[in-house]
């Protein structure tokens, strides 16, 4: 038989629970409780003392089954809530994230055509130095050719002087073409020295420009690779397979420059592969007047050396021929003179016969060549022996005197003449037959200004000396035989 103590242990309704259901606790206190059941062990509880142990009342039973309600709802709106908040917050979370992802795709397609604009820029840019190196190449060979053309006129000029110097005699003359051709000597030395100062500039201005455009080209390098990266970025979606987690790559990097720096690093590279254009063409106009000048500039100095040339030549033979006309009157002259000797020796000849002897004497003493015609004992005593004689024999004689005086001054005369002949023809020879036949191989302005290469031929030595050497045997055999006419004239 249960006892009726148990009842005092029965566990109490709990009044948090009431509380938090909002309705009223139907046991407010435990003691209230134990007094009420002070008389459960009395005769009077002693029948249903079984059926009420441990049992709750029916307001703790519905108290009960009320909280249970209110705390399922409770739940089931706190989930209905949370399932509300989580649709709505996965909606905007994906409408975020596709936002974020196609301002990133946006972004990088924007990069990408940036990008491409440089990178398009850098292609059209390095196009252009290169065809602006190629050229100015180009330049720099003409100027190599022109430089090498110059060595052909200063190699004329001089040997030209070198040649007039072997001139002997009055010939030997400081002339205009001398003058001229000085000239021609210094001023191709100042254009070698231009044309060398030139082709320097030519060749530091290759090397800046090949400099710039190793540095474009790594800049369109870079540019290439960055934007195959940034396309094949702009290409990934959430259903590409090739992607993976990076969790360290959203670190910005302290050595990444921004967007500004980056333009202005393509931008001065730019500018100065543009600065090194201009600076390039520029000096190929500068090279193409400065090969155009001084080709004109040679050609004009060689017109005025060969006008020279002309006009001296033209004055040694108007020379020459006044020269022969006055050699031809001295013969003339010399056999004119040679006849009135024998006339007036045979005129001394035929006086009368005491004379004929001393006559005789003195006619064949005349004829002792050159310096044996000394006034000996023997001929002061046969002049004794004339002055004796009429007036007529003395002005025979004394004429006769004067007339071998006089045919000797034509001799000197002649010989002379001869020599000077002999200048003007060696002079002649070297100025017109070696000199101006040397300058017809004078380049032309095409090769001066570089567009064809020329060299000096390798004979051309061969053909100075042997000019030369045919001048000199032609003046000498001249010269003999003048000498070998003479001598025939004075034997007739």
Known sequence: MMSSQILVSRPYFDTRVAAQNGSQPLVTNPETAVKENVYAGTSAGLATAGYRSAKY?????????????????????????????????KAETDAGTLRTQTVGTKHLGSRLQDIHSWRSELEQLIERLIAETDLLTASRRRLEKALDATEIPFAIATDNLTCRERRFGPDLVEDQVEEELLKEVELIRSIQALLKKTLDQTVNQIRLNREVKQTLELDWSDKQHAYSLDDQCGRFNNRSTDTQRHPSSAVLQEQVCDEEVWRKFTRDNLRLAEREEVASQALRRLIERVLQETSEDLRAQCAAVDQAFNQRCMELSQAKTQLELHLAQILEQIGAQERNISYLQQAVYDKEAPL???????????FRPNME???DQPQLSLLGEVSELNSTVSALQQQLYEARKSLSDLEESRLSLEKDISCKTNSLLID??????????YPSVTVLSGFIRQSLPVACNVCICSVFCSAVVMSILWFLKKIFLGKFLNYT
């Open 57 to 89: 009342t029916p307001e703790e039973w519905l108290a009960n089954n009320s909280a249970l309600l209110n705390r399922s709802v409770a739940d089931r709106d706190h989930a209905e809530r949370i399932c509300t908040e989580s649709k709505a917050l």
């Open 356 to 366: 004929r002897v001393a006559q005789s004497r003195l006619h064949y003493r005349t």
């Open 373 to 375: 015609q000394c006034r």
């Open 432 to 441: 017109r037959e070696k000199c101006m036949r040397h300058r017809t191989r």
